[in-house]
């Protein structure tokens, strides 16, 4: 994303919640709390339509929170939400599948995960065979992760 219209947008957008009016400063004032898959598609405030995979940034100085695009992110932030959405998918087709590194770090800092659930997947990540106990608890935790992905009002 350039400084074309749609960047100046998004910047518009950000600089008018943030304290900091400099650009560089201001966008390190916010921070990725929340992902969500939207029911119907919406509209990033760069302009970009149609978005579905929602990701909710707060600013930790003001406490004003918006939703952008997964793409704007990235790109604003440098938070890879692609790869979280990516681990979202992968446990959503398959419950017995592992979340991604990216996924359990985020999860765990928004409070979805415990510190136990955050260290066993951590620890079972790479493992292709698990034991029946182990099995059992990560389909848990996925479906403990997929509920609160699937609830709108999540916030970590």
């Given at each position: 994303?350039?400084?074309?219209?749609?960047f100046?947008?998004?910047?518009?957008?950000?600089?008018?919640?943030?304290q900091?009016?400099?650009?560089?400063?201001?966008?390190?004032?916010?921070?990725l709390v929340?992902?969500?898959?939207?029911?119907?598609?919406?509209?990033?405030?760069?302009?970009?339509?149609?978005?579905?995979?929602?990701?909710?940034?707060?600013?930790?100085?003001?406490?004003?929170?918006?939703?952008?695009?997964?793409?704007?992110?990235?790109?604003?932030?440098?938070v890879?939400?692609?790869?979280?959405f990516?681990?979202?998918?992968?446990?959503?087709?398959?419950?017995?599948?592992?979340?991604?590194?990216?996924?359990?770090?985020?999860?765990?800092?928004?409070?979805?995960?415990?510190?136990?659930?955050?260290?066993?997947?951590?620890?079972?990540?790479?493992?292709?065979?698990?034991?029946?106990?182990?099995?059992?608890?990560?389909?848990?935790?996925?479906?403990?992760?997929?509920?609160?992905?699937?609830?709108?009002?999540?916030?970590?």
């Amino acid at each position: 994303m350039g400084d074309g219209h749609n960047f100046r947008q998004l910047k518009e957008a950000i600089l008018a919640h943030s304290q900091a009016q400099d650009w560089e400063i201001a966008r390190k004032e916010w921070s990725l709390v929340r992902v969500a898959t939207a029911d119907e598609p919406e509209t990033c405030p760069c302009g970009h339509f149609p978005i579905l995979e929602i990701c909710t940034i707060a600013n930790q100085i003001t406490g004003h929170r918006i939703d952008v695009g997964n793409r704007c992110v990235k790109r604003f932030l440098g938070v890879r939400s692609d790869l979280i959405f990516a681990a979202i998918k992968r446990i959503q087709s398959n419950i017995e599948k592992s979340l991604n590194g990216d996924a359990i770090v985020f999860f765990h800092q928004c409070g979805v995960l415990n510190n136990w659930e955050y260290s066993f997947l951590q620890d079972t990540m790479r493992l292709r065979q698990l034991t029946l106990a182990q099995k059992v608890k990560r389909q848990s935790i996925n479906e403990k992760v997929i509920a609160a992905v699937a609830k709108r009002g999540f916030h970590g």
